[in-house]
């Protein structure tokens, strides 16, 4: 059974940075490209970054682009998103997510089979 679990959320000020962590268990990593995805209270779950299994790919949404930066460990087992210069509007709960390694990234959080349970981070103006 594959398990994704998120850490590194919590409560920071404008221009804070913060360091999310997902470790991922029960099947190799390096099968699984990875993605973030995040929800703000009473919105639709959007992409924010994904990377490729050999961590040579990445992606990002335009609203972090430039402040966030997606990294892996695979022999960790865990993929990280660095998110410099928070604004409020990066408020949300923040979800990892798993879809077995293809030749592309997504931004599609359809295409991923495996999330975590996400973790909240909230920017205080």
């Known amino acids: 059974q594959v398990q994704l679990v998120e850490s590194g959320g919590g409560l920071v000020q404008t221009g804070d940075s913060l360091r999310l962590s997902c470790t991922v268990s029960g099947r190799p990593f390096e099968i699984f490209d990875m993605g973030w995805f995040r929800q703000a209270s009473g919105k639709e779950r959007e992409f924010v970054a994904a990377?490729?299994?050999?961590?040579?790919?990445?992606g990002y949404a335009d609203s972090v682009k430039g402040r966030f930066t997606i990294s892996r460990d695979n022999a960790k087992n865990t993929v990280y998103l660095q998110m410099n210069s928070l604004k409020p509007d990066d408020t949300a709960v923040y979800y990892c997510?798993?879809?077995?390694?293809?030749?592309?990234?997504?931004?599609?959080?359809?295409?991923?089979?495996?999330w975590g349970r996400g973790t909240q981070v909230t920017v205080s103006s």
């Open positions: 990377i490729r299994w050999s961590a040579g790919d990445t």
């Open positions: 997510a798993a879809r077995f390694r293809s030749g592309r990234l997504s931004y599609n959080a359809n295409d991923y089979a495996y």
